[in-house]
């Protein structure tokens, strides 16, 4: 006997896997024209794994504090060694998970992917997004530099802009009047004890969805059932194929964090300065650019519409168009007989063309 | 009853109304209302004196020219009390010190400005000539501070912005025609606006750079002499004139009667010091006095000073280029280009103390800025190999990755088929 069915039985032995490869090989996953899109949802995992590990090896050195956050992490990209590759990928990964996880959003928005019984990965996908971004803007503050100093000071602001509650969430958040030294406590416990926490059992939840329910055939198969309908085994085809797409973006990342340590144009993270609450602004301050789209929305809203305030008119609507977002799989009615809900697909393109839109226009607007 | 209440109306409202409402100074000056009626153009006196720091004061015609600006008629005006009209050139100084060279006066109005500028008029070039000889050509007050529109110095549009102060002087001091009579060069602007002082104060904006005024004086101005050279640079240069006192050469230069700064530095055309001044070359300034057999150790010392200075600033330039490099690449140099200023202020140590012309100073101080040199120059060049270390990591990973992916789609390819 091989030594790799000694180690298989043994393992077997102990934790009956055997009915786990049964079941992962009896899985099918359908493969058709938008089979690509599929490959998303692991992409966006795999970048989560990755910043898992760049970020507990960057917890051995990072100090939160307004007098060493900025000192540690000049120490990780100066004198630690490989701490610059650590850092690049971590922020890398950080960016490329969002516009993974957008993609992923979007293939399953307009596959209709999201449709009965699916209802529930579809919600906890958008949480796990809303996370990923609430994961962007608490680490965005951590090196505590010029440029997150004054991004983070906006962005908490809006918060302010929220009637009743908006005050106490600016206090809440910002842990006093300003953004000082007990923000960064705060997002830094947010980032790494808060944020996972919640993170890792809601991508649990997702993945026991999906692992349940099984990948969703195409509506175009339900609309015509003479289709012929081609399936591959989940295991092994389905994980090499996700394996071999996992190890090109490795290759990817690789290759951007020794290239572009500091990131490139609006994707971009120098270390700069440290951050001096008493110092002017800077001429240009922008948040990441995943949050830009919302930034640039409030910002070229008048004061007031009829008698609401601008800021919170917008607030309002983009919660609302969030909202319809989240509630989409109960929204879009039925899908029976393979019907394409044209309401909706005109809702998506509009919701990416805002997007586009303003991102375009928060970045030539300056 | 009614009779009365108009009474009150016509002798309290009206005139108090009228009061508020009309042009008080046109009513009192009546030298703005017929000058800027039949003056033509924008240099006319009316026009020029709407920015006069005087004006601004609230001082008009009649305070200077004297007479009674409440008439129209100027024939009347100048039989007025006290009109003094346009005065003559020769006697504008005193026409300006009647209120500033009065003390109880000034204070009133401006009290920082001094009141001894005509007394020191008198004992400058200018004065001198004017008062002795009577030369009319030469600067009185309005040839610098101009007339009519005078500002105050710190205004960047007065004459006497510090700025502005070469171009003020080169009016008379760089027209040959003009200056022909005297037998003084005309070259100082044109050498000065090259010259070290003149780019820090012209071209970069430099306030704090010297202008004209502040070697030669302002209203006393006076070329330095031989003996008064080294107290005027050293008013800013005050280690390098000291230095320069203590050291061998100021016994030497008095006994040859040499300007002390000017000898090597030149005046007007103050250069960028250069390395080679110091040493024993052709270009070198030490063998204009020195020579090898004069019974001095100066060509040694020149030689010695030489040497620690080309090998600070070839330390310097190279961390200096080794740095950039690393920075091109990428790489994060912050502490050492910090590292680097404290090598450029042992550069700017070593000018100071090469006027002590001891080998020994200078050297101490080279010693300490070619140390921090060399360790900054090894920190840029391990920056540089982990760069390059970087790249070939990334190489054999890449390579590692790409084969594990290939091998993953060959079996892929397999199990399909």
């Known amino acids: 006997m091989s030594i790799r069915k000694k180690l298989y039985f043994w393992t077997d032995e102990r934790l009956k896997i055997a009915t786990l490869v049964d079941y992962m090989s009896h899985k099918a996953v359908p493969m058709h024209g938008h089979s690509i899109w599929y490959y998303f949802g ?129 206090t809440l958040m910002r842990g006093g009047e300003d953004v000082t030294g007990a923000t960064i406590g705060r997002f830094f416990g947010l980032h790494v004890a808060v944020l996972p926490g919640i993170f890792a059992i809601l991508l649990s939840f997702h993945l026991f969805f999906i692992q349940r329910q099984g990948i969703s055939e195409p509506l175009e198969w339900e609309r015509n059932p003479n289709t012929i309908k081609k ?10 194929k996700d394996i071999l797409v996992w190890l090109i973006m490795l290759n990817i990342l690789a290759i ?74 109960f929204l879009a009615g039925s899908f029976k007989g393979g019907r394409k809900p044209a309401l909706v697909i005109a809702f998506g393109w509009l919701v990416i063309l805002f997007i586009i839109v303003m991102t375009f226009l928060g970045y030539v607007l300056e | ?16 109304f009228l009061l508020v409402v009309s042009p008080l100074p046109a009513l009192a000056d009546k030298c703005f209302d017929c000058h800027s009626g039949w003056e033509e153009g924008d240099k006319t006196p009316s026009k020029l004196f709407s920015h006069d720091v005087h004006l601004k004061n609230g001082l008009g015609c009649s305070d200077c020219h004297g007479g009674d600006p409440t008439l129209d008629d100027m024939d009347e005006v100048r039989k007025s009390r006290g009109f003094k009209g346009v005065p ?74 510090a700025q502005n102060i070469p171009q003020t002087c080169a009016r008379c001091h760089a027209d040959s025609a003009y200056m022909k009579e005297y037998g003084i060069p005309t070259d100082q602007y044109e050498k000065f606006a090259k010259s070290v002082h003149g780019m820090a104060l012209l071209v970069k904006k430099d306030n704090g750079a010297p202008a004209c005024n502040d070697c030669h004086g302002n209203h006393g101005a006076t070329p330095p002499g031989v003996t008064s050279l080294s107290a ?16 061998p050469h100021k016994a030497a230069f008095d006994a040859m009667e040499y300007p002390e700064c000017e000898a090597c530095h030149s005046n007007h055309y103050i250069e960028e010091p250069k390395l080679y001044w110091v040493g024993t070359t052709d270009s070198s300034l030490c063998i204009k006095c020195h020579a090898p057999d004069d019974g001095t150790r100066g060509l040694a010392t020149a030689d010695e000073i030489s040497k ?68 900054v120059y090894k920190v840029g060049q391990s920056k540089i190999d982990d760069y390059y270390f970087r790249r070939k990591g990334l190489g054999i990973a890449t390579l590692l990755i790409t084969i594990l992916a290939i091998a993953i789609y060959l079996k892929i390819k397999s199990i399909d088929k």
């Not at chain 1, 590759?85 to 950080?94: C, F, G, V």
């Not at chain 2, 490099?325 to 140099?333: S, T």
């Open chain 2, 232 to 247: 005027v640079c050293g008013t800013c240069h005050n280690l390098i004139a000291d230095n320069f006192a203590k050291s």
């Open chain 2, 88 to 161: 003559n050139p020769a006697k504008i100084p005193d026409f300006c010190a009647a209120c500033h060279s009065n003390p109880a006066y000034m204070v009133k109005h401006n009290p920082a400005l001094p009141t001894d500028q005509l007394e020191k008029y008198k004992t400058s070039i200018h004065g001198k000539r004017l008062y002795e000889k009577g030369d009319i050509k030469v600067a009185n007050c309005v040839s610098c501070h101009s007339v009519h529109n005078i500002e105050s110095p710190e205004i960047p549009t007065s004459t006497v912005y």
């Open chain 1, 256 to 329: 951007l964090a020794v290239f572009l340590p500091d990131g490139i144009s609006a994707v971009h993270w120098p270390l700069g300065q440290k951050a001096d609450p008493f110092a002017p602004p800077p001429p240009v301050i922008r948040p990441e650019w995943y949050f830009i789209f919302a930034f640039q929305a409030l910002k070229i809203l008048p004061s007031h519409i009829w008698f609401i305030e601008g800021e919170l008119f917008g607030i309002m609507v983009l919660s609302g168009a969030g909202v319809i977002w989240l509630l989409i799989p």
């Open chain 1, 42 to 170: 692991g992409i966006s995992l795999f970048l989560f794994i990755v910043q898992v590990i760049t970020g507990i090896f960057l917890l051995l050195y990072y100090r939160p504090g307004a007098e060493s956050a900025y000192e540690s992490v000049k120490f990780i990209i100066s004198e630690v060694s490989f701490g610059w590759l650590i850092r690049a990928i971590h922020s890398w990964s950080a960016n490329l998970m969002v516009f993974a996880a957008f993609i992923h959003m979007f293939s399953v928005f307009f596959t209709h992917a999201y449709r009965s019984p699916r209802e529930m990965t579809w919600i906890s996908g958008i949480f796990l997004l809303a996370l990923a971004l609430a994961f962007g803007f608490s680490g965005y503050l951590l090196p505590w530099n010029e440029l997150s100093f004054f991004a983070t000071r906006v962005g908490t602001g809006m918060a302010g802009a929220i009637p009743v509650v908006g005050k106490f969430a600016l």
């Open chain 2, 308 to 375: 620690s200075l080309a090998k600070l600033f070839r330390s310097y330039g190279q961390s200096v280029a080794e740095i950039a490099d690393a920075d091109e690449k990428g790489m994060m140099v912050t502490d050492e280009k910090f590292a680097l200023n404290e090598v450029k202020q042992a550069i700017i140590q070593t000018r100071t103390e090469v006027h002590t012309f001891d080998a020994a100073r200078v050297g101490v101080i080279a010693e300490s800025g070619i140390a921090t040199a060399e360790k």
């Open chain 1, 231 to 240: 399936y591959i085994p989940f295991f092994p085809n389905f994980i090499l």
């Open chain 2, 1 to 16: 009853m009614f009779g009365a209440l108009a009474k009150l109306i016509r002798l309290t409202f009206i005139p108090a």
